[in-house]
């Protein structure tokens, strides 16, 4: 009998269809590692940020962030050395202190464009990159957080230094304006998708405000993909403190709901003692695991060592966090050879 093939839908159309949900520096690492396993690659990426050289885009332009934007293309591009060099150069003088290249590309080419969503295609062309990069809506929206004491900022850069003042958790987040669009090619994505990711990265600010966006949560309650949440590996100083990962799985479904997690990928391997007593003093630590609760809410827990530490930080490796994600998908997806010479792809009795 004929062995079966390994990945056989890469052979037929470049890889499973993979939906990544988030922002931050989370997406891009996790991207750098899934573009070398699938072509069928899609980033939805929010677009509430509104700090830093981002934010001075934002408020001087009138158009979206373009950072968050910007790290997951040059994450998934394939151009030489000298052209991720310039994208990620940062201006150390003048007026443009602070600012990157790849930021300010990106804002010309939104200039010339009908759209922000057509500027982010064109610059992808540009970079000719594995997949698609999205935003979640060309809207310009800002992130509102409410605190558990009532207490309320506008503004995703505000909320660390609020959230300290105030010494107590973020009971929610929110969007204004509230009633934004998801751009529709976002929804075809996790309509057609295999697999869909959200996270890693923060939790309040790179995940959750995606699902806020206007059709985004019953896309992914109508969509038959496997969903996997990707638990951070510390909680984060002045938004996640003290939480567990059933904390941000019951977050997400509070803020979407409870059909949009099948799995809670988590990191297994130990951080050394001597990084997490530099966390310590951030009031950040290992993000506890806690099964039972898990359990409760239905999702299904999958522990894996995907851990890197480098420059004093604790991050997920892209290979290793790739290579689980991958193994998860291999593992519940079946492939059945039908009629048509061609393999099909079935998972949980649905075809895909």
Known sequence: MQAAPERVERRRDGGPKVV?????????????????YTDNLTAIVTVTDDGGGSGMLRHDLNMPPPGDIRHCMEALSNVEPIMQQLLSYR???GS????SFGNLLLAALNGISDSFDQAVERMSEVLAISGRVLPVTNANVALEAIFENGARVV????IFRFKKEQDCRIARVALQPGRAAALPAALRAIEEADLILMGPGSLYTSVIPNLLVDGVTEALCQSDALKVYICNIMTQDGETEGMTAGDHVAALMEHGDRCIVDICLANSAQVSPELQQRYREEDAAPIHIDRERLQSLGVELVERPLTTEHSNLARHSSALLAA?????YDERAMRIFNQEDEYIIESNGKQR
């Open 20 to 36: 990544a949900i988030g922002g931050g520096t989370g997406l891009s690492t996790m991207l750098r590692g899934l573009k070398n």
């Open 91 to 93: 201006f150390a003088e």
């Open 96 to 99: 443009l202190t602070g600012q």
């Open 155 to 158: 503004g995703e850069s505000k």
């Open 324 to 328: 689980a994600v991958m193994e998860l």
